[in-house]
Each structure stands twice: as structure tokens, then as C-alpha cells.
């Protein structure tokens, strides 16, 4: 996993307490400390969840804090743990999908989170029931007309730095800046008054796997405690607010949660990533008008000279082998440039390689070529096909989907630019308490089963008002 955020930051000597003991709860009392968050959960009217790194360190994310946490081994002067998958192919686990279900039943009306990591917006969690209080690492926003870019790829700055894109806007233009903030950068009032304001209002705040150190963050639980409201802090290490809550749970946070899903009859939805790119065909005339040079290329919606992370490489074939040569693209930008005759049709097969940390070794798509026929420009209900392809996929339990989402025609040069949607990724959960602290998921998902056996027929939180 990518270190690059802690790396980047600048230095300070003292970032608080490190190396934190751990703390288990036995078997029986975080049982009976589970079924009693649950029923604040159930009887919660505002509950709002507030988030730290040890919700993602099943994901394969390191915290900062812990026995193994990144400032820890620091300190110790130990080396930093290596990277098991990269950073931007990290997926979202237990915890952040159990959350969108809670969120979508009705239940969680806001997400508070410290983390950079982008998991809680990947996993499904609307930008309007979610403040980043300091940043992620995969956005870029513009600072003249406020639009948001969530990259496929780790943006290069931290501490709200100019990056090398500019807004896609054609009315603004303005230079894009990172999100992530650096030490002494204040937290964004964006974020941090959603986030007091529903802090405010809070019958629960649950805490997740956070130490409750970094200030002013870690002092937004407790404006719920005003009007009456609870703080839940479910963390192995204790942490300074540990004696306002009504309820310390010393648990891996995954665990607790499945359990309290269980309870609530809801099951932990899969995590399905689509991953959007662009083939761009480009052709044009020779002299005596009898052939056409074309160039294919594969490229990132996110601009051309961006790379394409989860794709290592791309093998092209022709339905016509005898006359059409075969091509290996290993290297980015993936191009291709042929001449053909101009009345000829043939189909060009590419298989797409992923790269590592994706669900599924490659996939294909056959795109038909009649150079005689003028393409149209068209857009689809991108919704309509997201929820198709996670809906395929599921049901495969396997990667590899594909679905052309929109194609654009232009003039000068003469070229058409087609925008695929493509699942990358597939991964399901088992919400059932396990012994011993843990809980199994499937990794990445292809060979997996469904999560919890209790679907919407089961008792479901509706929305309340």
C-alpha cells in the first residue's frame, strides 16, 4: 500500500502519542457491548459516524498510531511496512460497506471521516452525507468554481497545492489544486461545518477506529453531547474522550460492526468498482483518397496524457488475421496506427490487461470498423448502466463487464471518442460474528459467495423523515 501521504507530509517532531497499547474486550462482554450499540442504533433518529484509520487497516491500509502504525514504526526507527497492492487499487471493507447499507436503510445521515484514503466516497457514500475533514488523496478541486475530480490515480501534491490539470469547465479553465491538507493547513470550512452541524444534532455518534488525538477533528463528537446526544468509540487503543461515551467497545472494528448488522437484520452490500476509459479513433485520408490512416488509442477519461492505473497493457487482433497484423501495447500511452483500405470492414479485438490489484486478469471488447458508415454521437443513462453492470457482476461474482456508456463525434480531426464503463473489481463480505476477533471476506471476490442470507424481505429500517 502506498505510504506516499505520510511521506509527503511535512515534518513535525511531535505527532502525538504512538505505539498505543491494544485492548480486547473478552468474548461475552463485546457480545453484549455489540447488542447495546445496536439498540442505540435502532432507536437512533440522527446518527452520524465519525471515522480514523483502523477502519481501513483491513483494507490493507497501515494506521498511523498503532503497534504497526506508520509514525510508530518511525519513531522506532523501524522500516516502513511494504506495499502489499497499490494504493490506488485498494478497495473498501466491511466496515465502509456496512455503512452505505446503514446509510441507504435510512439510518446514517452523515459520515465524518479523517482518513484520506477516498474508501467511504468509493464505496457508494453520497459527497453530500460525507465531509473529508482533511482531504483525499484522489480528488482535486477547482478553487474558482468549486468542481470536484475524483481520479482514478493518487494525485501528486498534498497540502492544497496547484496540480498539473486544469478545470474541465469551459467557462472556467482555472488550475485544479490537490485536497489533502498538511500540517498547518486549516481544516476546510466545506467539510468542517457540515460536519459540526450534524455533529450538533447527533443522538449517536458513533466513533470508528480513530485515537481521538488530532485536534480540532477529534472535538467534534462531543458538540452531540449538549443536546442530549451519545458518543460510541469502537477503538483498540483508548483514547482521550474515552470518558464522555456512553460505550467503549476495545474490538476490531469490522467485527463489531458485522455484529451489530446481524442484529439489525441488514446485510453488508459487495463492493463493485467500475473504472471508466476512452478509446479515441482518429482517421484520416491519404493523397489519392484510397485508404485511410486511423490511430487507436486507449486513454484515461481524466486526459490523455494521464495514465491509465489498472490497465498494464493491451494486446490487439484483427478479425481479418491474414491481412491485419497482431499488436502488443506494453508501454503508455497504448497507440496504434494503421493504414487500410477505405472500403474495407473489420472488427479489431483489444484484450485489456489489468494491472495488479484488480479482480480479474483481463477482459476483451470487439469494436467494429466500417469507415464507409459515419458514426453518431450519443450518451447513455450512466446510473441506468453502473447499476447493470454491479448487478452482472454480482451475479458472476467475477470482473470484467463492460458497457460503452457514451461516444462523441468530432469534426477537426476527424475522430470519435468512446467512453467504457468497466467493473475491476468485485468483493463480498460474510457479516456473521467469527471467533477469535476476525472476520473472512473474499479478497477480490471471484470466487466468492453471498454475504448475509438476509435480503429486504427480512426486517428493514425505512426512511425516516
Known sequence: MSLGYAEKLSYIEDVGNVGMAEFFDSPQILQEKIEQLAKLIQKSKHLVVFTGAGISTSCGIPDFRGPNGIWTLQREGKPLPEASLPFHRAMPGMTHMALVELEKAGILKFVISQNVDGLHLRSGIPREKLAELHGNSFMEACPSCGSEYFRDFEVETIGLKETSRRCSDLKCGAKLRDTVLDWED???????????????????????????????????????????????????????????????????????????????????????????FQIIVTQSLSSDKKFVNWTLRITSVHGQTAQLPFIKSVEVSFSDRQKYKEASLDKQPFQLKRRTVINETFDIKLKLNFSDGCGCPCTQINIPFDFKVPPKSFELDKDDIFQRLRETAFQDLGCGQNEVIERKVLSSPKSEVTVYAIVSNVKTFESNCLSNGDLKWLKDGVNGTETSKKRSNSRKRKSRS
Open 186 to 276: 486549516a481544516l476546510p470550512p466545506k467539510e468542517m461545518n457540515p460536519a459540526e452541524k450534524h455533529c450538533k444534532i447527533a443522538d449517536v455518534v458513533l466513533c470508528l477506529g480513530t485515537s481521538l488525538q488530532i485536534t480540532p477533528a477529534c472535538n467534534l463528537p462531543l458538540k452531540c453531547l449538549r443536546g442530549g446526544g451519545k458518543i460510541v468509540i469502537v477503538n483498540l487503543q483508548k483514547t482521550p474522550k474515552d470518558k464522555k461515551a456512553s460505550l467503549v467497545i476495545h474490538g476490531f472494528v469490522d467485527k463489531v460492526v458485522a455484529g451489530v448488522m446481524d442484529l439489525l437484520n441488514l446485510r453488508i452490500p459487495p463492493y463493485i468498482r467500475i473504472d471508466l
